[in-house]
């Protein structure tokens, strides 16, 4: 088959990183490419020279579209050629419409008048198109991930897209929402002939979806796979991805849960008056010293909203019940307190409230607890803080140049550690872990399943929210299951499967 673009011999530098080193890529028409490798191997990166973020004087190496060599300067000129990119971080905006977003910047609409009775149509057709049922006229912050997801498929498609580019589209999404963007693109293959490159962690979605795969390894393209050869399979794939054999994909923890009783949540009901609707409903949980408890829930069950409860009860909600830690009663309206009663919270959204883009790795990483690191003098030990901020890059295994460089520069994997590497520093007793292996690849899973365990077993307790089961599973040591917002029951480790969490989450 034909090549529909190919990359060759592609560098991209920036100041003190070789993000890309000399990589040719090329892909078939009509064929679903997987690219994968570890956080900061340079998938982004990649898809980012071939969309026109970074103009030809950024990068050396050449593209071609259908055998054309190309000058990329914006991707407005990529899109041109019929390639769209879908972001790890979703772009759309979310005061607007479903059907504004659609059109939002379209090329044939520019400059003329729109007649916007004709969008919500046209909007209509392709949401049929990716099977999204949503009236057009819905704001996107109305919508969950998943569906945003489903918009951005829609808006590439309006624009007549040949190559769709997803960075990680199913890092947010359950496993229900996955596989049907997962089939959309199989159909989109099948019936209209769209070729996409799919860049994904989950190496289970690349086994089962892609043809061809991509795999990078510090900046380098390592190997080509080919399904038609039977060769994409998980241990191969990892084994390129880190230069080593991983078997053991969840290690062993060695401590034992306590009975003593630390933390409690209790009849915690949550009214967001934004979306006017209870989104917690009279839930209670409790952790034991040292103990992982997993919180399950399908994408909207309450999970994230019972932690934001929890976690200082933002503006917008209305929040009744008790917060207990260590038998006393601690005042859960002010995130302030609860920090420094010691609950901690990392949270899914590292771009909107976990990190400091725009700072350095290590003003991020000290920034909660700084007040540890001012002397009798009330300045800042800045030895102390270098001292700590190496000290989390080492343990955590976070891919930077340097402390200084600004974390809006680092992979999506490795903001997600300094996310972890800054609540680990403020010493928590109670530790929420939000969704912290979205995005990161296996063998920082591995290193952060580590991390759990030689935290716990120091006495830390854990709450653990997570869509990925198996993990969820093999992580806690009891779980909650949420749906629609209640607390439906809960499961022992030996007693938890799957089967029986998608039942009670399903109810
Ligand atoms: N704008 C930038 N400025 C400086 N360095 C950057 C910038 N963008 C990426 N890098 C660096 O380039 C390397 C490759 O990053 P890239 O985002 O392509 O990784 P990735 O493979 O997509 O990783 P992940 O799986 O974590 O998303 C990393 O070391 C990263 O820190
Ligand atoms: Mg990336």
Request: proline share 2%.
């Given at each position: 088959?034909?090549?529909?673009?190919?990359?060759?011999?592609?560098?991209?530098?920036?100041?003190?990183?070789?993000?890309?080193?000399?990589?040719?890529?090329?892909?078939?028409?009509?064929?679903?490419?997987?690219?994968?490798?570890?956080?900061?191997?340079?998938?982004?990166?990649?898809?980012?020279?071939?969309?026109?973020?970074?103009?030809?004087?950024?990068?050396?190496?050449?593209?071609?579209?259908?055998?054309?060599?190309?000058?990329?300067?914006?991707?407005?000129?990529?899109?041109?050629?019929?390639?769209?990119?879908?972001?790890?971080?979703?772009?759309?905006?979310?005061?607007?419409?479903?059907?504004?977003?659609?059109?939002?910047?379209?090329?044939?609409?520019?400059?003329?008048?729109?007649?916007?009775?004709?969008?919500?149509?046209?909007?209509?057709?392709?949401?049929?198109?990716?099977?999204?049922?949503?009236?057009?006229?819905?704001?996107?912050?109305?919508?969950?991930?998943?569906?945003?997801?489903?918009?951005?498929?829609?808006?590439?498609?309006?624009?007549?897209?040949?190559?769709?580019?997803?960075?990680?589209?199913?890092?947010?999404?359950?496993?229900?929402?996955?596989?049907?963007?997962?089939?959309?693109?199989?159909?989109?293959?099948?019936?209209?002939?769209?070729?996409?490159?799919?860049?994904?962690?989950?190496?289970?979605?690349?086994?089962?979806?892609?043809?061809?795969?991509?795999?990078?390894?510090?900046?380098?393209?390592?190997?080509?796979?080919?399904?038609?050869?039977?060769?994409?399979?998980?241990?191969?794939?990892?084994?390129?991805?880190?230069?080593?054999?991983?078997?053991?994909?969840?290690?062993?923890?060695?401590?034992?849960?306590?009975?003593?009783?630390?933390?409690?949540?209790?009849?915690?009901?949550?009214?967001?008056?934004?979306?006017?609707?209870?989104?917690?409903?009279?839930?209670?949980?409790?952790?034991?010293?040292?103990?992982?408890?997993?919180?399950?829930?399908?994408?909207?069950?309450?999970?994230?909203?019972?932690?934001?409860?929890?976690?200082?009860?933002?503006?917008?909600?209305?929040?009744?019940?008790?917060?207990?830690?260590?038998?006393?009663?601690?005042?859960?309206?002010?995130?302030?307190?609860?920090?420094?009663?010691?609950?901690?919270?990392?949270?899914?959204?590292?771009?909107?409230?976990?990190?400091?883009?725009?700072?350095?790795?290590?003003?991020?990483?000290?920034?909660?607890?700084?007040?540890?690191?001012?002397?009798?003098?009330?300045?800042?030990?800045?030895?102390?803080?270098?001292?700590?901020?190496?000290?989390?890059?080492?343990?955590?295994?976070?891919?930077?140049?340097?402390?200084?460089?600004?974390?809006?520069?680092?992979?999506?994997?490795?903001?997600?550690?300094?996310?972890?590497?800054?609540?680990?520093?403020?010493?928590?007793?109670?530790?929420i872990l939000d969704e912290p292996t979205r995005g990161i690849d296996v063998g920082a899973k591995f290193e952060i399943y580590t991390l759990?365990?030689?935290?716990?077993?120091?006495?830390?307790?854990?709450?653990?929210?997570?869509?990925?089961?198996?993990?969820?599973?093999?992580?806690?040591?009891?779980?909650?299951?949420?749906?629609?917002?209640?607390?439906?029951?809960?499961?022992?480790?030996?007693?938890?499967?799957?089967?029986?969490?998608?039942?009670?989450?399903?109810?």
């Open positions: 088959m034909a090549n529909i673009l190919e990359m060759k011999n592609i560098t991209k530098e920036f100041p003190g990183v070789k993000a890309l080193d000399n990589v040719s890529f090329s892909v078939k028409h009509g064929e679903i490419h997987g690219i994968v490798g570890e956080n900061g191997a340079g998938k982004s990166t990649l898809m980012k020279v071939l969309s026109g973020v970074f103009t030809s004087n950024q990068f050396e190496g050449d593209i071609y579209v259908e055998n054309a060599l190309q000058n990329f300067e914006s991707t407005n000129d990529s899109e041109k050629q019929g390639i769209a990119i879908i972001y790890q971080e979703l772009a759309l905006f979310p005061e607007l419409t479903v059907y504004e977003n659609i059109f939002l910047g379209h090329q044939e609409v520019d400059g003329r008048f729109i007649n916007w009775f004709e969008a919500i149509e046209t909007a209509n057709r392709y949401l049929k198109r990716v099977n999204l049922d949503v009236d057009p006229e819905t704001k996107i912050r109305d919508l969950g991930v998943g569906k945003q997801q489903l918009v951005e498929i829609a808006k590439a498609l309006s624009k007549d897209v040949k190559v769709l580019i997803l960075d990680e589209p199913t890092a947010a999404l359950n496993e229900n929402e996955s596989e049907n963007l997962l089939q959309l693109l199989k159909e989109l293959k099948q019936e209209q002939g769209i070729t996409s490159i799919l860049i994904s962690h989950k190496l289970k979605e690349i086994e089962a979806v892609t043809n061809t795969v991509t795999i990078l390894r510090d900046g380098k393209s390592v190997a080509t796979l080919d399904s038609a050869k039977n060769e994409i399979k998980r241990e191969v794939m990892v084994k390129h991805m880190v230069g080593r054999d991983i078997s053991n994909v969840y290690p062993k923890r060695s401590n034992i849960v306590e009975d003593e009783i630390i933390f409690e949540a209790q009849n915690i009901t949550a009214y967001n008056s934004r979306i006017k609707r209870e989104v917690v409903k009279d839930a209670s949980i409790n952790v034991k010293k040292g103990e992982v408890v997993g919180l399950a829930g399908l994408m909207g069950a309450g999970r994230t909203e019972m932690a934001l409860s929890i976690f200082g009860n933002p503006k917008e909600y209305k929040v009744s019940g008790n917060v207990k830690l260590f038998g006393e009663d601690i005042n859960f309206d002010s995130t302030r307190d609860v920090i420094e009663k010691g609950i901690a919270y990392v949270t899914e959204d590292r771009k909107n409230d976990g990190l400091i883009l725009k700072q350095d790795v290590k003003k991020n990483i000290t920034l909660v607890n700084l007040k540890t690191l001012v002397n009798q003098y009330k300045f800042i030990n800045n030895h102390d803080e270098v001292n700590v901020s190496q000290k989390y890059i080492k343990d955590l295994n976070i891919k930077t140049p340097s402390q200084e460089q600004k974390v809006r520069n680092l992979s999506g994997g490795n903001q997600q550690k300094v996310s972890l590497a800054k609540w680990l520093f403020s010493n928590p007793k109670v530790m759990i365990n030689k935290l716990v077993e120091k006495g830390m307790s854990i709450i653990f929210i997570s869509s990925e089961l198996p993990e969820l599973i093999s992580m806690s040591d009891r779980i909650f299951v949420m749906a629609e917002g209640k607390i439906e029951g809960c499961l022992n480790h030996s007693e938890a499967t799957q089967e029986k969490i998608m039942q009670m989450a399903t109810k």
